[in-house]
């Protein structure tokens, strides 16, 4: 069974950066591929950005490409989220999960993190 543990929302005004980070603990982390997602209240759950490490590769959302980057450290067991340029309609809970196979919808993602909320002002 594998665990995550999201970290690093908080609130930031227009133009402004944070890092998520995820930390996973159980087995197999290293065989999974991650993917982020964000859901704000009242709309739907979306694809973010996810990681695949064999064939090695990663896929953003139009909607954030070019200021969102992915990337996962193997020996420290985490998945981070570096968020530059932020916007207001970024503003959601984001959630890290993981899966056998790297997909954009939410489904056939297996484990699923509680969420860590990013508010951006203005």
């Known amino acids: 069974q594998v665990q995550l543990v999201e970290s690093g929302g908080g609130l930031v005004q227009a133009g402004g950066s944070l890092r998520l980070s995820c930390a996973a603990s159980?087995?197999?982390?290293?065989?999974?591929?991650m993917g982020w997602f964000r859901q704000a209240p009242g709309k739907e759950r979306e694809f973010v950005a996810a990681?695949?490490?064999?064939?090695?590769?990663?896929y953003y959302a139009d909607s954030v490409k070019g200021r969102f980057t992915i990337s996962r450290d193997n020996a420290k067991n985490t998945v981070s989220l570096q968020m530059n340029s932020l916007k207001p309609e970024d503003t959601a809970a984001y959630y890290c999960?993981?899966?056998?196979?790297?997909?954009?919808?939410?489904?056939?993602?297996?484990?699923w993190g509680q969420g860590t909320q990013v508010t951006v002002s203005s």
């Open positions: 990681i695949r490490w064999n064939p090695t590769g990663t």
């Open positions: 999960a993981g899966a056998p196979v790297i997909r954009t919808a939410p489904s056939g993602y297996d484990y």
């Open positions: 159980g087995r197999t982390f290293s065989s999974y591929g």
